[in-house]
């Protein structure tokens, strides 16, 4: 396989570096409703079990090794419509009032600005412009999978820490 990079959204604080697998006692029907706490800690199990597969598949064997791993890990996506009701509505007004005292890993992110962001880097690696290794903008991990937060969003859409080389595509 010849590609460059691969580029995937988990979320922020996905259980690292190593989410345990689900057992078969988590997977038994219980009857019990779970309630919203406990989906939105499945959620972010998986979200980690989504980046440990990617980054291990992609450095696993030489033949299909690909370069670069990038994970943006956005907080919460701020949508232009309201999809689950109440909660959507709560969840955005408070990160409207509080983003600015948050630290910046948690704020809210549009779509507009994770889309813009990934497309971004993307079109940077794909340039010349980042080199796939770049560590300039990103945190590397223990697994050389390169993880982005907010901050570095609204910086790679900003076109800083991308090199000096302005090849289009």
Do not use: C
């Not at 109440?86 to 007004?93: N, Q």
């Amino acid at each position: 396989m010849q590609t460059t990079a691969i580029t995937i959204f988990t979320a922020i604080d996905s259980e690292q570096p190593d989410p345990g697998p689900y057992s078969e006692e988590e997977f038994t029907k219980t009857g019990t409703p779970m309630g919203w706490w406990p989906v939105l800690a499945g959620i972010m199990r998986m979200m980690g079990l989504k980046e440990k597969a990617v980054a291990t598949e992609a450095s696993k064997k030489a033949a299909f090794k690909i370069p670069s791993v990038r994970i943006f890990q956005p907080s919460n996506i701020i949508t232009k419509e309201m999809r689950y009701g109440w909660l959507d509505w709560t969840v955005f007004k408070f990160h409207a009032v509080f983003d600015p005292w948050l630290p910046t890993r948690y704020h809210s992110v549009t779509t507009e600005l994770l889309a813009n962001a990934m497309v971004t880097d993307s079109v940077n690696i794909l340039s010349g412009r980042t080199s796939s290794a770049s560590t300039t903008v990103g945190d590397v991990g223990e697994d050389g999978a390169t993880r982005f937060t907010y901050g570095y969003f609204v910086r790679i859409v900003a076109g800083e820490d991308v090199g000096e080389k302005y090849t289009e595509l």
